[in-house]
């Protein structure tokens, strides 16, 4: 579904992603594993489209993405939720799912009614402005507005990042939920042990450069990994 | 009592002025809400119009309606020209680039316009021909009374735009969070550029009033523009459009008001004190982040 070839991401002469090759399977929850400063963050922008990669190529199916812009990207089907969840804080819980739909010109009231649904408390909030809200519920906003635009694939970095246990477990049942749903996700996250209980493919990028990719099953076994990313507790 | 009503008509003419400085803060402030980044070609763009229509009237005396039209387009044509050239290539980069690179084109829109129109000054067709309304002991000019119908209806649609179209969720949006707007998946620099179309517009129609008020246009109302919309912004609070509207009015107050008593060389000098001394002590409004 996604096919990242070769790409080199640079933040002026400094190469932040060195030639990164990957796939996400249609129906899959693929997980991107790393240490902080490896290039995951940098590979979601890209993908988004907010970074030009200055080599290689990104295909969506059989269309080429490669240096399109954000709002384009959008469009063709692949939404990211991104790092410490950006809702605009000045605007309504509505006018945040509003704004996710922009792109659309069909009549999205029933996909608002479909939000409210699955993020209860995002129904009892929906006039209140986004920046009053909770860690979490922000959180479980940046997801729905993401959702708005009907996305095929859906990128999420580090959904879990400075969020209570309590509320991690939640995230996860919704992924786990959206992906039964049929919405193709490509995961960041440093929480590798809830990451194991959805994705069914790893990759790990370190210094910018793919340096592992295969199943759980082979993730768990591979004797360093899991010391830096599982602990001892397996 | 002469006192009462000398207080009284200087108030009154002071809100006819903050009413042209408010509409020029809303257009200098839009920009700014939403880029920031402060558009100093926004004077030199209204002037664009103003000589556009100057020169459409020289030739054929076209009627008022025309005039505004013309004036409006014209500014539209310049804004979005200065958006192209300084703005959009500066978007992710330097606030300063953009700024300067919008300083030379306020030169070249000043060059041009002075070359098809060398005069330093030029009749304008009056807004309005009759007298002026008695109302006791004071007087209101009707042209005063079209400037402030003008201000409120414009706030009013342009609050209706913000808060009740597609264009303006997409407008605040932007203005709360450029990045996250862009992922949510709206066009940023188109939108970026509307904004633009939008705040030239507002400064036409007003440059328009002005001048067709004053019945005359020179070079300066392009640094006049600027200024007084840039400054009634500060006084309101950097980037805040009801900021802007209180800003605006409180500057025709105290023009007004220190004109009277203190003359008209003190004028300024008090306007520029105050932003001085509010600079300086930083009120909590003058912090405003959103412009919503």
Known sequence: MLNVRDVVTAY?????????????APGS????????????????????GVLRPRKGSILFGERDLTG???????????????ENRLVFPHMTVLENLQAGAYQRKDDFEPDIEAMFG????????????????????????????????RPKLLLMDEPSLGLAPLVVEEIFRIIADLHRDGTTIFLVEQNAHMALRVASHFYLIEQGRVSFSGTPGALAEDELIRRAYLGSAH | MVLLTDFLQNTLDGLTLGASYALLALGFTLVFGVLRRANLSYGPAILF???????????????????????????IVAGTYVERLCFAPHRRGSAIAAMVASFALWMQLEELATLVLPKHLYAFPALYEGPALALGALTLRVESLIMLGAAVIVCGLLWWTLYRTRFGTAVRAVIDDASAAELAG???????????????????????????????????????????????????????????????????????????????????????????????????????????
């Not at chain 1, 002026?12 to 996400?24: C, D, F, N, Q, T």
Request: charged residues 10%; proline residues 5%.
């Open chain 1, 118 to 149: 699955r993020f209860p408390r995002l129904k009892e909030r929906a006039a209140q402005q986004a920046g009053t809200l909770s860690g979490g519920e922000q959180q479980m906003l940046a997801v729905a507005r993401a959702l708005m635009s």
């Open chain 2, 186 to 292: 709206i066009d940023v620099p188109r939108v970026f550029l509307l904004v633009f179309a939008l705040s030239s517009a507002i400064g036409g129609l007003t440059g328009f009033l002005i001048v067709s008020s004053q019945e005359q246009v020179t070079p300066m109302l392009g640094m006049w523009s600027t200024l007084k919309g840039m400054l009634a912004m500060m006084l309101g609070g950097l980037g805040s459009l009801p900021g802007a509207i209180a800003g605006g009015i409180a500057l025709g107050l105290l023009e007004a008001h220190s004109q009277w008593y203190l003359g008209p060389q003190l004028r300024d000098f008090v306007a520029y004190l105050l932003l001085f001394v509010l600079l300086a002590i930083r009120p909590p409004w003058m912090s405003t982040r959103s412009a919503s």
């Open chain 1, 68 to 82: 399109l812009q954000p709002h384009a990207i959008v469009s063709a089907g692949i939404a990211l939720v991104p």
């Open chain 1, 12 to 24: 002026g002469k400094i190469e932040a992603l060195k030639g990164v090759s990957l796939e996400v």
């Open chain 1, 29 to 48: 929850i693929t997980c991107l594993l790393g240490p902080n400063g490896a290039g995951k963050t940098t590979l979601m922008l890209t993908v988004a």
């Open chain 2, 49 to 75: 119009g103003a000589y556009c229509a100057t020169w459409v009237y020289l030739k054929w005396s076209a009627g008022l309606l025309i005039l505004a039209a013309v004036t409006i387009i014209g500014s």
